[in-house]
């Protein structure tokens, strides 16, 4: 692609299990919400009623495509749509499966249905050689190499794998999530404005699920039309959301998990990029190629200060 100037933007969010049970008891140590005011307001500031439309690029889906997918038996690879980020995986077994993603010397492992429903998987690391992996449990937590395969990537753009619903960002162009970011996009007059109206919306609506975050089991995947619904969720929860409803309208956004200091939490956050650059808020400002953390899940139910810190205390580990 092209050079572009930069402005990206992380909400950060903690995932679950221990992390989220952890920064839901940071949580509680609140030093209260956030005053939104002209949190993400650019240098217009502008009013809803003033505000024009952030236009969004058409709707990017991702589809499993069956018909075009290898098939060595009971297992499925659909590398129709690598240029545009991502795979579809579909098995059948009759033991447990996971599936891995390897380019490099960095590997994503993921669960998959063993009843043949299709997952797709972005191919988040960029241009070049990958391996895919079906591995199928043989015992205990020991997993043997059902089926693998190779494929080289070429992307259409950078941001391809981040612009598309997956299994850990599940949405449609019908789901309710996506039609209120088409709505909080008719007053946003920017993709930056678009970001400051989810981040509000998601903070003032969601609220942190304690009893999910002490009771979720592993391989838990969020509905961020649920969440939505319900109004309340774990911080994985709160990052598909936002990530659903920023891609949907065509903003590239990223689940970034990795771990923050001093508690170790392991935790969630979302990375946004506009080409908006050079504009300030009360707290932060924002420059070309500059990156700035704010913790939402922290921020929607309050937070001790010792989580935000000034971003030096998180650490990237997995890309989604």
């Known amino acids: 692609m092209h050079a572009k100037k930069a402005v990206c933007l992380l909400l950060a969010m903690c995932l679950l299990l221990g992390g989220c049970a952890s920064a839901g008891n940071a949580a509680r140590g609140a030093v209260g919400q956030p ?9 217009g500031g502008k009013s809803d009623a003033d505000a024009s439309p952030y236009i969004a690029p058409p709707f990017a889906d991702a589809s499993f495509h069956g018909e075009e997918a290898a098939n060595p038996g009971e297992v499925q690879i659909d590398l129709s749509a690598t240029a545009d980020g991502y795979i579809g995986v579909s098995a059948r077994s009759g033991k447990r499966l996971k599936f891995q993603v390897i380019k490099g010397d960095q590997t994503y492992t993921y669960n998959l249905a063993s009843d043949a429903t299709p997952s797709i998987f972005p191919l988040q690391s960029g241009d070049g050689e990958y391996r895919l992996r079906v591995m199928e449990n043989v015992v205990d937590s020991r997993y043997a190499e059902l089926y693998v395969t ?52 998601v903070c003032k609506t969601v609220k942190y699920d304690t009893k999910l975050a002490e009771t979720v089991q592993s391989g838990y995947l969020p509905v961020p039309d649920e969440t939505m619904k319900s109004g309340k969720g774990i911080c994985f929860d709160y990052a598909a959301l936002s990530a659903a409803m920023l891609r949907s309208q065509g903003i590239p956004t990223k689940l970034v998990f990795g771990y923050v200091a001093p508690d170790n939490v392991y935790h969630a956050w979302n990375m946004f990029y506009t080409e908006e650059t050079g504009w300030a808020t009360a707290k932060f400002e924002v420059t070309a190629q500059g990156w700035v953390r704010l913790d939402l899940t922290f921020a929607a139910n309050g937070a001790n200060a010792k989580f935000i810190g000034d971003g030096s205390n998180y650490a990237d580990v997995y890309y989604y």
Do not use: I
């Open 35 to 43: 005053q939104f005011g002209n949190l993400f307001g650019g240098k």
């Open 150 to 201: 190779s494929a080289y990537v070429t992307l259409t753009d950078e941001f391809a794998p981040f612009l598309r619903p997956s299994d850990y960002v599940n949405y449609s162009e019908s789901s309710a999530c996506v039609k209120k970011a088409q709505e909080l996009a008719q007053t946003a007059g920017t993709p930056l404005g678009l970001v400051g109206k989810v981040y509000e919306f």
